[in-house]
């Protein structure tokens, strides 16, 4: 049970904001000194960890340390390291208008900020976040998602145990308890959830003007050309689609494949979701299982009877969906109308790539793009030209471990970006100061204005 289950959430934010003001929150070695802490809880407590995530939703031990809880050390690592670089004050040189001054640019934490997430990653995506407020020197409220209720539970009672309740508190609960959240004047607000729902906070925090960061939904294209190695496509865009139960944000949502290839395609992916899954995949510690009843209902819904190549059934009883082989799929499917989230694997097929590009900028900005092919500088075209929050050549999904290029979505996926110092940016003001010094003033800024001075201020500013 948590120390601070009979104070209200207004209080403990209230408790927070005063924290902030103090200043306490601002020194460096204070921020290193809760990142350590929060290393140090997850390196304790790392089995109980994995027992709730697969509690949860059967995630194996392996995936929970692999794509979970090693991915908030390797942000907190980073963070330690180069914090004192990222918080230096930036000087650029001052425009004519201002010389002669000194410019600073500062990053100045906003204060105390809301993180909201969801439960399909639900320590990482629960906890980079916090790592990225934390180093910037905020005070952070986290709300995990109901719907991950074992970890989050468990994420909430070691997270209110450890941490001052003015640095860092968690707070459960489901719609309710978010709403509650929302009415309540953050500095900052960073949702990751569904597009539907970002729309809900975004609404709430304009109330108070506060900025908002919100990682979205997406329906991530691939689109496969027939120079691509298709060995190596079909073994990536299989394991980037299963991965998590195909429960990611940024897992290939449908793929595209050339005329030319596909029934060879087919044929290695096949192979390869016997390969990964050795022919078993109930048995599988590599595919979690589906996280509820209705996304259950709702994915085998999805699936059209006369189209599946491989697998098509599932196991209510045990919210278990095989992974799933879609072929000849058009844009008129069901499967293509909503965001798929689970392991089913539509393709579709293209033999003009120009008309198949003009489709995909029509459609909302996905979270991902991906592109198979050995023609670098035709895929750095389609990437250049095509608005997605990230993407890849050649491979899938990995581009959301790497901490060091920013991560977030564009138009319908998102706002805003994450990870590394892109987090770390995201959670501090950029503020500019301006140093002028007394020995020297611009005598024409001043009335009377006259002609001369004016004729000054033209040759100037031409
Ligand atoms: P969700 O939007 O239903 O829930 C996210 C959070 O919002 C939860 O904490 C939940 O309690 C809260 N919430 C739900 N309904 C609410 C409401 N009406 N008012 C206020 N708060 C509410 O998302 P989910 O089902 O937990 O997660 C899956 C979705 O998240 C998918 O669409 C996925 O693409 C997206 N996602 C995006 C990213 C990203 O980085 N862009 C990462 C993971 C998941």
């Not at 020194?27 to 089995?47: C, D, F, G, S, V």
């Not at 690592?77 to 650029?92: C, D, I, Q, V």
């Not at 496509?233 to 290939?252: D, E, L, M, S």
């Not at 995201?426 to 002609?451: C, D, G, M, Q």
Request: hydrophobic letters at 40%; a positive charge.
């Amino acid at each position: 049970m948590s120390k601070n289950e009979d104070r209200s959430i207004s209080e403990i934010v209230e408790n927070q904001k005063s924290y902030f003001l103090t200043g306490k929150s601002m020194p460096i070695a204070t921020r290193k000194k809760y990142l350590r802490e929060l290393k140090l809880m997850l390196q304790e407590n790392e089995n109980i960890i994995a027992e709730a995530v697969y509690k949860d939703y059967k995630k194996s031990y392996f995936e929970v340390i692999e794509n979970e809880i090693s991915l908030v050390y390797v942000e907190i690592n980073l963070a330690l390291r180069k914090l004192r670089k990222w918080s230096k004050p930036h000087r650029p040189v001052p425009s004519i208008v201002s010389i002669p001054a000194r410019c600073m640019v500062c990053q100045q934490p906003y204060g105390t900020v809301l993180c909201i997430s969801p439960w399909n990653y639900p320590i990482q995506l629960a906890l980079i976040p916090v790592v990225a407020a934390m180093a910037a020197g905020n005070t952070v409220i986290l709300k995990p998602s109901e719907i991950s209720n074992h970890t989050s539970a468990l994420l909430s009672e070691l997270i209110n145990n450890r941490f001052p309740e003015e640095v860092f508190y968690a707070q459960e609960g489901g719609i309710e308890e978010t709403t509650e959240l929302l009415s309540i004047h953050f500095d900052k607000i960073f949702f990751t959830g569904s597009t539907h729902v970002g729309r809900i906070v975004m609404r709430a925090a304009a109330e108070h003007l506060t900025p908002v960061t919100l990682e979205l939904a997406g329906k991530n294209p691939v689109i496969v050309l027939p120079d691509c190695n298709l060995k190596m496509t079909a073994k990536r865009i299989v394991w980037g689609k299963f991965h998590n139960g195909g429960q990611a944000c940024v897992a290939p949502d449908h793929i595209y494949v050339h005329e030319s290839i596909k029934e060879k395609l087919l044929e290695e992916v096949k192979m390869n979701i016997e390969k990964q899954f050795k022919g078993n995949a109930i048995e599988s510690e590599a595919l979690p299982r589906i996280i509820n009843e209705k996304n259950y209902n709702r994915l085998m819904k999805l699936i059209p009877a006369d189209r599946v190549v491989l697998g098509g059934s599932g196991i209510k009883e045990e919210l278990f969906i095989e992974p799933t082989v879609l072929r000849d799929i058009t844009e008129d499917d069901t499967i293509m109308q909503e965001e798929i989230f689970g392991p089913l694997m539509p393709f579709l097929s293209f033999d003009d790539l120009d008309a198949l590009l003009e489709q995909i900028k029509l459609k909302p900005s996905p979270l991902a793009l991906y592109i198979f092919t050995r023609n670098f500088r035709l895929a750095r075209k389609i990437q250049r030209g095509i608005r997605s929050g990230g993407g890849m050549i050649n491979d899938t999904v990995v581009h959301f471990v790497n901490s060091s290029t920013p991560f977030g979505g564009v138009g319908e996926s998102g706002m805003g970006n994450y990870h590394g110092r892109a987090g770390f940016e995201t959670f501090s003001h950029r503020k500019a100061v301006i140093k002028k010094p007394n020995w020297f003033e611009l005598w024409i800024k001043y009335p009377p204005y006259t002609n001369f001075k004016l004729k000054i201020i033209k040759l100037l500013l031409r």
